[in-house]
């Protein structure tokens, strides 16, 4: 079946750091990617997605690009702020419309 | 949030007591999907529904049921909670043209 994987946290990091979180799925067809985040306290909400292969999906300067070669969509920003700090989590999704979480990775961005 | 209402945000019950939560869409979403969060897990599907009366299970469904009698409203039902049961419980819907889940702010159920 499906499956997400993504790097364990928790991650610190002091602001204007690089961030990557690690992610990489096992699907059996051709699944859409998409990386999710929640802050404290709310529910998920879409950070950015990418449908089919070589995809470069980017939000708020954050990028994940669709590698089906390696299976892997890793989320990266350049410059981290403290408000970036929340839970990050990779998912995909086949034909039913069912999405495969990852375990998320939580990110705390220090001043 | 797309228009998606959970009810009650946060419960606490005892131990084998039925509890009902109620999730709520004003998109005319036709999927809807109930999920728990625990730490270490991500979020996991309980049950979800491909449309009215149409629902199904998902990979954590022992102990719930649901009921969709409208497309806005998907209800989850512990039929007798335990405390393996206390979780964070989210409610998701989606079109499903773009497979984007739109979720709602979760409800804190406490099982004592």
């Known amino acids: 079946g499906d499956s997400v994987t993504q790097m364990e946290g928790p991650v610190t990091l002091s602001e204007e750091a690089f961030l990557t979180i690690n992610c990489t799925y096992t699907a059996t067809g051709y699944p859409s990617l998409f990386w999710y985040v929640q802050y404290p306290g709310e529910g998920l909400q879409l950070l950015l997605k990418?449908?089919?292969?070589?995809d470069k999906g980017s939000n708020k300067g954050f990028e994940a690009t669709y590698r089906k070669e390696t299976t892997s969509f890793h989320l990266e920003k350049g410059s981290v702020q403290v408000s970036d700090s929340a839970v990050y989590f990779c998912?995909?999704?086949?034909?039913?419309?069912?999405?495969?979480f990852g375990a998320g990775t939580t990110v705390t961005v220090r001043a | 949030d797309a228009g998606i209402t959970q009810s009650p945000r946060h419960k606490v019950t005892e131990t084998g007591t039925p509890v009902t939560l109620r999730c709520h869409q004003t998109e005319n979403h036709r999927y809807m999907y109930w999920y728990r969060q625990d730490p270490g897990h991500g979020l996991r599907l309980i049950h979800y529904?491909?449309?009215?009366?149409?629902?199904d299970k998902g990979e954590v469904s022992d102990g719930y049921s649901v009921s969709r009698s409208k497309t806005e409203d998907f209800l989850l039902t512990l039929e007798s909670a335990t405390s393996s049961q206390t979780s964070v419980y989210f409610c998701?819907?989606?079109?499903?043209?773009?497979?984007?889940?739109?979720f709602g702010p979760g409800t804190r159920l406490t099982v004592t």
């Open positions: 998912a995909l999704s086949e034909w039913d419309y069912k999405l495969s």
């Open positions: 990418a449908t089919k292969a070589d």
């Open positions: 529904s491909y449309g009215v009366k149409d629902t």
């Open positions: 998701a819907a989606t079109g499903g043209l773009s497979y984007e889940q739109y």
